[in-house]
């Protein structure tokens, strides 16, 4: 299993940096090396390293990179313990309306103007995030008044029916509002074009401490797995847990749909993969699917700015185009192993 770890770790870094390093301009690995020395610890610039290089890698794609990588991370995590929580391999807060109420969000600001009065910038990312993280807790709501226990069946339809609604609203708020729907469908479609620095310290450590907060759980999310029966007469207290998870998992989506749109099927495919490769126990689950989830997002997004250059795609497009074709795969194997 170490072996397998640190094969991953390894392959990380390189998708990594050879996603830095392909764009408009190649740049080598090696230069891209000495470029973040020379910014982090003032070392000197090697001769043939032009200041032009230098500042694309600082500038654009660096931080582009790695905020494609903690994003890829924070939804992979999300959609993992979605899986295991829900005990369902196509649950992801998705399908629980966390992108249906942070596209709500969203076209509040985008359609109608809606402002913060601290800080205008940050009123999309604010109010997208608090949409989407408000509709699982209305979720969670609704579930326990409908089903005292809370099973899982009725949190899944709860989301699916909530979800289905709101997009309702918002598809009538694009029929009533036209000047700002390009803007609204690229948003929906996720992209990391025009992200800078800012944006990386934000959702940086928002994914961290995401991360590290549901690996706390790994116990749990491994009894879980089981069957609540089997959990709750092993001292797990079901309904706080998987009220504690949920909500943990829908701002991990949350965050990262604030700032860079809706971006599907990594949390459904990263997850899936690592069960194949290391097993299902959510001491490696959790962080594989956070390496794998962020390799997957920065080739994702490396293909939409480089397969129709210098057009560049919207990320969410890319990653339907992989994720959907893996989702009829998993529901039609799954039907068939019922069988």
């Not at 509709?135 to 226990?149: F, G, N, P």
């Not at 390496?291 to 250059?309: H, K, N, Y």
Request: overall charge positive; proline content about 4%.
């Amino acid at each position: 299993m170490k072996i397998k770890v640190i094969i991953a770790v390894c392959a990380t870094l390189i998708i990594v940096l050879f996603g830095i390093a392909i764009g408009s301009v190649y740049i080598p690995p090696g230069n891209i090396l000495r470029i973040i020395g020379h910014n982090i610890f003032a070392q000197d610039l090697a001769e043939h390293v032009t200041p032009a290089h230098a500042a694309i890698i600082w500038n654009l794609r660096l931080p582009r990179a790695l905020l494609a990588f903690f994003a890829g991370a924070a939804l992979s995590v999300s959609g993992a313990v979605m899986q295991s929580v829900l005990r369902n391999p196509l649950a992801s807060s998705y399908t629980l309306g966390v992108s249906s109420g942070a596209s709500f969000g969203a076209a509040l600001v985008i359609f109608l103007g809606v402002s913060l009065p601290i800080s205008q910038m940050m009123t999309l990312p604010v109010l997208g995030f608090v949409f989407g993280l408000g509709t699982i807790l209305l979720v969670m709501a609704i579930a326990a008044r409908m089903d005292v226990h809370m099973e899982n069946h009725t949190i899944i339809l709860t989301g699916m029916v909530l979800a289905l609604f709101i997009n309702a609203i918002t598809t009538l708020m694009f029929a009533l509002f036209h000047e700002n729907m390009q803007r609204m469908v690229f948003w929906q479609m996720g992209s990391f074009s025009m992200r800078d620095w800012h944006t990386v310290f934000i959702m940086a450590p928002a994914a961290l401490l995401g991360v590290l907060f549901i690996t706390r759980y790994k116990w749990e999310l491994d009894i879980m797995t089981f069957g609540e029966e089997q959990a709750q007469t092993v001292g797990v207290r079901i309904k706080s847990v998987k009220l504690i998870l949920l909500i943990g998992a829908a701002a991990l989506t949350g965050v990262t749909i604030a700032f860079v749109g809706v971006i599907g099927f990594v949390d459904l495919v990263a997850p899936h993969i690592v069960r194949k490769i290391f097993g299902s126990s959510h001491r490696y689950v959790i962080p594989m699917s956070a390496l794998l989830g962020g390799a997957f997002m920065v080739l994702a997004d490396l293909a939409a700015r480089t397969v129709v250059a210098p057009v560049e795609l919207p990320v969410g497009a890319v990653t339907a185009i992989i994720g959907a074709p893996f989702f009829a795969y998993i529901y039609f194997g799954r039907r068939k192993k019922e069988a």
